[in-house]
């Protein structure tokens, strides 16, 4: 079992900046793969990125790639979510999700097991 918990969120205006952070309590969180969702209000929860459990992977959506960057600290047992050149239709809620064995061909948010609770984004114009 993994818990996530989900630290950063706010208020910015359009080309600002958040760093998200997702801290994870339980199993070490090196042997998990780690996701971002977001889910905007009426909309299907969509994939961000995710990287794998020792960080040297990464993957983007192509709405995000240029603009956002994943990392994590194994030390720390938490990931980051860089987010710069924020855009209106970047609000969304965040959800940090962790699923283990193979890394994922299509990352759909049933390739992970555990979520976190979500954090508010919301980007002014």
């Known amino acids: 079992q993994v818990q996530l918990i989900e630290s950063g969120g706010g208020l910015v205006q359009a080309g600002g900046s958040l760093r998200l952070s997702c801290a994870a309590s339980?199993?070490?969180?090196?042997?998990?793969?780690m996701g971002w969702f977001r889910q905007a209000p009426g909309k299907e929860r969509e994939f961000v990125a995710a990287?794998?459990?020792?960080?040297?992977?990464?993957v983007y959506a192509d709405s995000v790639k240029g603009r956002f960057t994943t990392s994590r600290d194994n030390a720390k047992n938490t990931v980051y979510l860089q987010m710069n050149s924020l855009k209106p239709e970047d609000t969304a809620v965040y959800y940090c999700?962790?699923?283990?064995?193979?890394?994922?061909?299509?990352?759909?948010?049933?390739?992970?097991?555990?979520w976190g609770q979500g954090t508010q984004v919301t980007v002014s114009s």
């Open positions: 339980g199993r070490t969180s090196s042997n998990y793969y």
């Open positions: 999700a962790a699923g283990r064995g193979y890394w994922p061909t299509s990352h759909s948010q049933y390739s992970y097991g555990y």
């Open positions: 990287i794998t459990g020792s960080g040297i992977i990464t």
